[in-house]
């Protein structure tokens, strides 16, 4: 019932950046599939009114279609790509950004047993379910205030909450409870994944991470597991190759220097685990790069 209005909505609106009115609210339109791509995923709610995208964390895979969501409660490496969209029947979805602070609000505003308990191993980073009606109707009515910029700095914000709310308390809440829980299994994954991206270009030993993250070894090799679908160790890869594709667009004839800033003292290594990741060595993927238009990253669908 709602979904035709949720593509209309999103047809009308879509714009090449992806951003709208709505401050944390972007709209995608992609109109032919596209090859695998890597990423962050952010800490988002993507919802798909249209088509189809799949996304790949470590060995998990996710696909989400039409009238489904996707959470991500951590912002991770992900490599994903839309295959489902053409001309004719483009994908279409709307993203929110997910912020801890508004987690936290609702959960303190809830009342004993508004909320379900919550496991006491950490969830994963990133859940797909089917979008119940009350959550298309609420994101349906926060894209009508698009048409709507009276009404928009009043109820954009009530609507998000219920969104929010929705989220919550459905069947992926603990992936996004975590997130706004201080003492969280999720949230000392947070802080090492936090200090991991910051720092990835360091060598580091996992055991002085986990202190950093205030858990013990044991405790924080399952829970950055459980969350991130790697170890630490190949969380860092994934940081450091995504981060040398990036200088590599700018910087294509430099291999050897970029591979050496992101962490690589061998060359060889470098080009190998690169080729691996992107299916091409460094000097052939920068060029591929420079001739390809990129679309904007993230797990929005």
């Keep these: 019932m709602y979904l035709e209005e949720f593509r209309t909505l999103l047809t009308r609106h879509a714009r090449p950046d992806w951003t709208t009115a709505i401050d944390g609210v972007l709209i995608s339109k992609v109109d032919r599939p596209d090859p695998p791509a890597p990423s962050m995923s952010g800490t988002v709610l993507a919802v798909i009114a249209q088509g189809a995208k799949r996304l790949a964390l470590g060995e998990r895979v996710y696909e989400y279609g039409a009238g489904q969501y996707l959470v991500a409660s951590v912002d991770l490496p992900v490599t994903g790509q839309f295959v489902q969209a053409d001309p ?83 069947e992926q809440g603990a992936t996004v409870r975590q997130l706004g829980l201080a003492d969280s299994g999720l949230s000392h994954v947070s802080r090492a994944v936090r200090w991991i991206r910051e720092h990835y270009a360091e060598a580091f030993r996992v055991e002085d991470v986990a202190r950093l993250s205030g858990m013990s070894v044991s405790a924080f090799y399952r829970n950055f597991q459980a969350v991130t679908a790697m170890s630490p160790i190949q969380f860092q890869k994934q940081i450091r190759l995504q981060e040398a594709r990036l200088l590599l667009a700018t910087h294509p004839s430099d291999v050897t220097g970029v591979g050496q800033r992101v962490g690589y003292d061998n060359p060889s290594q470098f080009s190998r685990e690169y080729r691996r990741q992107f299916g091409a060595p460094p000097s052939r993927d920068a060029a591929r790069l420079r001739d390809t238009a990129r679309s904007p990253a993230g797990a929005l669908p």
């Design 88 to 170: 004719g029947v483009p994908a279409l979805g709307v993203g929110l950004v997910l912020e801890p602070s508004a987690v936290a609000e609702l959960l303190l505003q809830a009342g004993p047993g508004d909320i379900p308990r919550t496991g006491a191993s950490a969830p994963s980073g990133i859940a797909v379910s089917d979008a119940p009606a009350e959550l298309l109707d609420a994101v349906v009515r926060l894209l009508r205030l698009l048409d709507e910029p009276r009404d928009r700095a009043v109820l954009a914000p009530l609507i998000k909450r219920e969104i929010l709310w929705r989220v919550i308390t459905g």
